[in-house]
């Protein structure tokens, strides 16, 4: 009778410690399969915040908030950039929200955790600096181009910098296309040269022209011919790639999307592809809406089309992975996947970025919308793509959709978390910046893919 005892009680014992073994585990921040929310984030995995005074008591669509870009500091903290829209003279207003690396507000920042920028101007980058200050790439809506704004680490203006704290990038090329920071600090920017065709200019963390690249800071790339500059993603090492759409001088009658790489000092890479050029899949369809470049120099290109068949029809997610000398044949089909999903009247798939973590996957954030007129409505996604294309570990097929908004940006943590930020309806403030935390890791698998157009 005794012995039977002991062993219930060594039962009870061992099931508690179980049971307390398993509730930890599922309370260790971070835990649970790849795509899930990260409960141990803001309100259940997101954080919807409305930096706009004027939007306390509530703000139609058109005077909402959304985040633009986002930075991770290196202590962990969340800096969300974005833009508001005020009635009036006021129009649009740059703002920078500071959030704990749990997702809650800073509120040591700024004033009461948001810094208000300069009027006019449109956010578009984000990066902390190595000196700690917080810099942001701007485009006016004045014709004035990109431009630097910068703030200290409390969230005030740096007035010492620029002109009340903006400094403008000059006029080096034309018809300014997108702006991305380097692992240096560096601005490059991605337009059209005078007498037409894509060029880039570098400029310093400071905003002078960059002299170590091209000629007094820019370069042309003549390699591509006239072709339409699309989108730029820079290497750790300082290399540069820019897709572009038309007539690259390997083919000048082509109809594709083409890639080029220049080295870290703007001359072209004539090692990669043919003669300077990759061509890519007939199925980007003339465009691409996103772009990256994984740590094995891997380009993913990430683009989304539409087809119509009376009032309803499909939308098609369309993903390619590069290498230097072409379509990575491990990927997909011939480099390339396809998704499509039903979209109803006037709806749409929206991609707005791409990202890559440290095992190389790609992970792709936008917007399922379900209107395109009058006000906007849909849900964020969040894609993940392994090294062989769709990765059908990560939610649904590879894919996640959240609450009520759009994904406009996104980055991965050391730890594989992915943060995403964009904009949220928030109650009863109307939209506002919304940033949300999945839980990232795991080994990618394999969907089975087809794709044609090629």
């Not at 955790?113 to 701007?138: D, F, I, K, P």
């Not at 870290?264 to 369809?285: D, N």
Request: proline residues 5%; neutral net charge; charged residues 15%.
């Amino acid at each position: 009778m005794r012995l039977r005892l002991v062993m219930t009680m060594d039962g009870v014992i061992f099931g508690f410690l179980l049971a307390a073994f398993v509730a930890l585990a599922l309370a260790t921040p971070g835990s649970g399969p790849a795509g899930s929310v990260d409960p141990s984030f803001g309100q259940g995995g997101e954080t919807i915040v409305q930096p706009n005074p004027r939007c306390a008591n509530g703000c139609v669509e058109a005077m909402g908030s959304q985040a633009a870009a986002l930075a991770v500091a290196p202590d962990g903290r969340i800096v969300l950039a974005g833009n508001s829209v005020r009635a009036g003279a006021d129009g649009q207003r740059s703002w920078l929200v500071r959030l704990e690396p749990n997702g809650t507000l800073d509120r040591a920042f700024g004033v009461g955790g948001y810094a208000e920028g300069q009027n006019g101007l449109a956010m578009s980058r984000v990066t902390v600096n190595t000196s700690a200050a917080l810099v942001l790439v701007t485009k006016s809506g004045g014709g004035r181009g990109f431009g630097l704004e910068r703030f200290t680490t409390a969230g005030a203006v740096d007035t010492a910098f620029g002109t009340h704290g903006v400094r403008w990038l000059g006029g080096a090329i034309d018809a300014q296309v997108e702006a991305v920071f380097d692992n240096e600090g560096r601005i490059v920017v991605l337009g059209e040269a005078a007498h037409g065709g894509p060029a880039l200019a570098r400029f310093l963390p400071s905003g002078e022209p960059d002299p170590t690249f091209g000629h007094h800071g820019v370069a042309r790339l003549d390699v591509l011919g006239n072709a339409t500059p699309l989108r730029l993603a820079t290497e750790p090492s300082g290399a540069i790639i820019v897709a572009a759409f038309g007539g690259g001088s390997t083919s000048p009658a082509s109809s594709r999307v083409l890639l080029a790489r220049l080295t870290s000092s703007g001359a072209p890479a004539r090692s990669f592809g043919r003669r300077g050029v990759v061509e890519a899949s007939r199925a980007f369809a003339g465009t691409v809406d996103a772009m990256a470049v994984a740590a094995d120099h891997g380009i993913v290109l990430a683009s989304s089309t539409l087809h119509r068949n009376g009032g309803h029809g499909t939308a098609e997610l369309v993903v390619g992975r590069y290498t230097d000398t072409g379509p990575d044949s491990s990927f997909g089909v011939r480099g390339v996947t396809l998704r499509t999903l039903p979209v109803g009247p006037g709806a749409g798939l929206l991609i707005h970025g791409v990202t890559t973590d440290g095992s190389g996957n790609a992970v792709i954030v936008g917007e399922h919308r379900e209107r395109s007129i009058d006000i906007p409505q849909g849900t964020w996604f969040v894609a993940r793509y392994g090294l062989r294309g769709r990765d059908c570990s990560f939610g649904g097929g590879g894919l996640v959709e959240g609450m009520e908004g759009g994904a406009t940006a996104v980055t991965t943590q050391t730890d594989g978390r992915i943060v995403i930020a964009g904009w949220g309806q928030g109650r009863p403030s109307g939209t506002g910046f919304m940033t949300a935390r999945y839980i990232g890791g795991g080994k990618a698998i394999r969907c089975p893919e087809a794709v044609a157009g090629t």
